[in-house]
């Protein structure tokens, strides 16, 4: 099956700052890739998602790009404030099955 | 558009006792998951419903676990007896996906099992 390796956190930032939270697959087939949100007290969501080589998914000022030589669908933000306060998880997915990442922390202090 | 239900918010019981959770998905989605999320770490499936039918459930501890899904609507995961390592969060999600990819995942708030 598949399997994701994602950034360990916490990641700690300032607001304004930059964000790279990094995710790399391994997949049988050929997923669909997927960035989930979990923020505090909520259930998870979808923030964005790809479905085939070189597509850019965005949302909410975040970018992730499927990048099929490098298995790779690093999450970013150019500038990112407290209310991005979260968990992320990378997942990929094929087969309608999704495999989910251990997530990453995000603090944003203001 | 009503998002997907789940009950209770909260469960608190003792080792070797059982539980049951209950999940509504979004109308019309074909796809139905449970997932188990420890604290800490990513939600890990434990079994997948296509319509009434079980798709995956390779990683459901079928010795104390069991789920159905009679009507290819609702579904309730129980747990029987219970283990203090079942404690967890348990997270239904729903999909209309029938096949191919790139299909989103609807997440309910999810089960806080607390088990003593």
């Known amino acids: 099956g598949d399997s994701v390796t994602q950034m360990e956190g916490p990641v700690t930032l300032s607001e304004e700052a930059f964000l790279t939270i990094n995710c790399t697959y391994t997949a049988t087939g050929y997923p669909s890739l997927f960035w989930y949100v979990q923020y505090p007290g909520e259930g998870l969501q979808l923030l964005l998602k790809a479905t085939k080589a070189d597509d850019k998914g965005s949302n909410k000022g975040f970018e992730a790009t499927y990048r099929k030589e490098t298995t790779s669908f690093h999450l970013e933000k150019g500038s990112v404030q407290v209310s991005d306060s979260a968990v992320y998880f990378c997942?990929?997915?094929?087969?309608?099955?999704?495999?989910f990442g251990t997530g990453t922390k995000l603090q944003v202090i203001p | 558009e009503a998002g997907v239900a789940q009950s209770p918010r909260y469960k608190i019981i003792e080792k070797r006792q059982s539980v049951a959770f209950w999940c509504n998905p979004i109308s019309g989605h074909a796809t139905l998951y449970w997932y188990q999320q420890i604290l800490g770490q990513g939600p890990k499936l434990l079994i997948q419903?296509?319509?009434?039918?079980?798709?995956?459930d390779s990683q459901l501890p079928k010795d104390r676990f069991s789920a159905e899904r009679l009507k290819g609507v609702d579904s309730t995961l129980k747990i029987q007896p219970a283990k203090l390592e079942d404690s967890a969060v348990y997270l239904c999600a729903s999909s209309l996906a029938i096949a191919g990819g790139g299909n989103e995942q609807f997440f309910g708030p999810g089960t806080r099992l607390t088990v003593l």
């Open positions: 997942a990929p997915s094929s087969y309608q099955k999704v495999t």
């Open positions: 419903f296509q319509n009434n039918g079980v798709v995956d």
